[in-house]
């Protein structure tokens, strides 16, 4: 299965606000409220910072959210901040041919 | 506090077998689903499969169904990946996460076992 797909890179400055798409089919982001995102630095494992699209874990700043419109998810991050700076992952639950999860190639955010 | 802690890193060959594991702690390890994901060079993340402890109820991603096994130890918390035939292609990082199940998201990740396979 194709993973979902996402922009290679976004950077923005200090204070602004970005959003990285989440492209995939009626078949998993479009099918399901299912969406995750995750925020990865290098050399570290990837951490949750959103689920069910929109919530965030515990601890997690409120300057990260999520959105969906039909296959597209998306995640917000306002009020960048230098330590934002990292790859993120979205991922999404899917019944296609299997129970499963397909995750999306990743975006590489720079804070300029 | 949550963790997972994964076996080191392992260098070996093509069609050598290979056994990984990860230690829960801090949660109640029946409770919750462990999965595996891979994490090419390339920095792609594929889905592997997932185990519930409790009653090892596995399920595995159509592109690693028979490629490895899956298993758990609830005796001593600890989840397991394998290999029977190793490829070079297999040479990547492997992480263990808890899950609620896999529509709630992968809230606990471990640091990653690489694995190096040489042709």
């Known amino acids: 299965q194709s993973a979902l797909t996402q922009p290679a890179s976004v950077s923005g400055s200090p204070g602004q606000s970005i959003t990285i798409s989440c492209t995939g089919t009626?078949?998993?982001?479009?099918?399901?409220?299912?969406v995750s995102w995750y925020q990865q630095y290098p050399g570290k494992a990837p951490k949750l910072i959103l689920y069910d699209v929109t919530d965030r874990p515990s601890g997690i700043s409120n300057r990260f959210s999520g959105s969906k419109s039909g296959n597209t998810a998306s995640l917000t991050i306002s009020g960048l901040q230098a330590e934002d700076e990292g790859d993120y992952y979205c991922s999404s639950f899917t019944k296609t041919t299997s129970l499963g999860v397909l995750f999306g190639g990743g975006t590489t955010l720079t804070v300029l | 506090e949550v963790q997972l802690v994964q076996s080191g890193a392992e260098v070996k060959k093509s069609g050598e077998s290979l056994k990984i594991s990860c230690k829960a702690s801090?949660?109640?390890?029946?409770?919750?689903?462990i999965g595996w994901v891979r994490q090419l060079p390339g920095k792609d993340l594929e889905y592997m499969g997932i185990i519930y402890p409790d009653d090892s109820d596995t399920t595995y991603s159509l592109s690693f169904q028979g490629q490895v096994t899956i298993s758990a130890d609830r005796s001593i918390s600890t989840a397991y990946l394998q290999w029977s035939s190793l490829k070079a292609s297999d040479s990547a990082t492997y992480y263990c996460v808890r899950t609620a199940g896999l529509s709630k998201g992968m809230d606990a990740w471990g640091p990653g076992t690489t694995v190096i396979v040489s042709s």
């Open positions: 801090g949660y109640s390890f029946t409770n919750y689903w």
């Open positions: 009626s078949s998993d982001v479009g099918g399901y409220n299912y």
